[in-house]
């Protein structure tokens, strides 16, 4: 037999739900081995066919969804009509979501891992596959993040695409630049302050109080609606693009670093995103 492997074959923009950290933002690097004998072209898979079939499974199944634990001790999961509802405790708060169906991946475990969405993606990318491939390897990594970073949760009313989802999201990578030289406090406090955060838009408050914050919009997929811990939240003015994100922090960091030039780099999951400039 023969190996063939493609590295970054895509990346899983997703959001999950943790016992202990609560709603966390995730940006899952996709590496794929295949093992079988050589087809007519000499090849176990050609490269085009491998990219759609296998990027586009994956990408049409778990990317920009919510994973849940089905097993998890503190779920509770209900349909009504075409939606999902979920409830969820964790040590950070009750989580409550309610979306389309197909918004949300149920894994068979009791905690979201990496190694749970590898035999998720296993059994649904080996029917994609011909009968000459005899072993499919799939492996998830994280970006290799020499600084700051944070993981966020978002979601996109307006957009035509996955983003629409109330709840995905991305591990993400902090620049900040003062007067043209990286400012390394800057970026931490940032990546602190937004551990694990919701960012969510301040039109998209249906219900308030000092503990508790719900989000809820139509889009296009359906309807959407998330209620969170408010602790766990950081609110925008804006919808919550990477650019709007940006211009954000931009004005905020500007604002402590009063007459000098504040640039912000903010990235959505891996090598891409935004970048937005602001002096106070």
């Not at 509802?85 to 990496?114: I, K, N």
């Not at 003062?178 to 937004?194: C, F, I, K, Y």
Request: with cysteine.
């Amino acid at each position: 037999m023969s190996r063939l492997f493609v590295e970054q074959l895509t990346v899983i923009d997703c959001a999950y739900l943790d016992a202990t950290r609560g709603l966390v933002g995730e940006s899952w690097i996709v590496d794929i081995e295949l093992d079988g004998d050589l087809d007519a072209q000499s090849m176990v898979l050609d490269f085009g066919e491998v990219k759609k079939r296998l990027k586009r499974a994956i990408d049409g199944s778990v990317d920009h969804a919510l994973l849940v634990p089905r097993r998890a001790s503190g779920l509770q999961s209900r349909t009504e009509g075409e939606a999902l509802c979920l409830r969820f405790e964790s040590r950070q708060g009750l989580y409550e979501h309610r979306s389309p169906a197909a918004a949300v991946v149920l894994l068979d475990t009791d905690a979201v891992t990496s190694d749970a969405l590898v035999a998720h993606l296993r059994q649904r990318l080996r029917a994609e596959l011909p009968a000459n491939v005899r072993a499919l390897t799939v492996a998830l990594r994280s970006e290799r993040i020499d600084g700051a970073f944070y993981h966020y949760v978002h979601g996109l009313k307006k957009h035509a695409g996955l983003c629409q989802r109330i709840a995905h999201g991305h591990r993400s990578r902090l620049e900040v630049r003062v007067d043209g030289a990286r400012d390394a406090g800057l970026e931490a406090d940032v990546a602190r302050r937004w551990t694990d955060i919701y960012l969510g838009t301040r039109a998209d408050i249906v219900e308030r109080d000092a503990a508790r914050i719900r989000f809820a919009y139509r889009s296009g997929e359906g309807d959407y609606e998330l209620a969170l811990p408010a602790s766990r939240c950081d609110l925008l003015d804006t919808d919550t693009t990477v650019e709007q994100i940006a211009a954000h922090l931009a004005a905020q960091l500007a604002a402590r670093r009063p007459g000098r030039s504040v640039s912000v780099r903010a990235y959505e999951g891996v090598m891409k995103g935004a970048v937005a400039q602001d002096q106070r």
